[in-house]
């Protein structure tokens, strides 16, 4: 059963824009946090951005300034606007969600999805 659904990797110049869109099932309720995590070649996964159901956000130092989240609760769904991109942010991209509160739910559940590759080159 799929979970959540990613979308808008691909290949582009340094420069260039691209839009990630990652669609969680109707199944996962109480979303606290949504996200994109990245891997690259011989590096460990690390977190570019976050939004949480409050709306509070948070970056990676390196995608300041050029990279947006933003999230559509009615339709559980997160989106990450890279703009700016540059050789540096190639990577597979992984959405990651978090049920909870575990101050409400007594518990939190995390997901990932399959990742899509995003490639910066000229």
């Known amino acids: 059963q799929v979970q959540l659904v990613e979308s808008g990797g691909g290949l582009v110049q340094p420069g260039g824009s691209l839009r990630l869109s990652c669609a969680a099932s109707?199944?996962?309720?109480?979303?606290?946090?949504m996200g994109w995590h990245r891997q690259a070649p011989g590096k460990q996964r690390e977190l570019v951005a976050a939004?949480?159901?409050?709306?509070?956000?948070n970056y990676a130092d390196s995608v300041k300034g050029r990279f947006t989240i933003s999230r559509d609760n009615a339709k559980n769904t997160v989106y990450l606007e890279m703009n700016s991109l540059e050789p540096e942010d190639t990577a597979v991209y992984y959405c990651?969600?978090?049920?909870?509160?575990?101050?409400?739910?007594?518990?939190?559940?995390?997901?990932w999805g399959q990742g899509t590759q995003v490639t910066v080159q000229s």
């Open positions: 939004v949480t159901s409050g709306g509070n956000t």
């Open positions: 109707e199944s996962i309720f109480s979303i606290y946090v």
């Open positions: 990651h969600v978090v049920q909870g509160p575990a101050s409400i739910l007594g518990y939190e559940y995390e997901y």
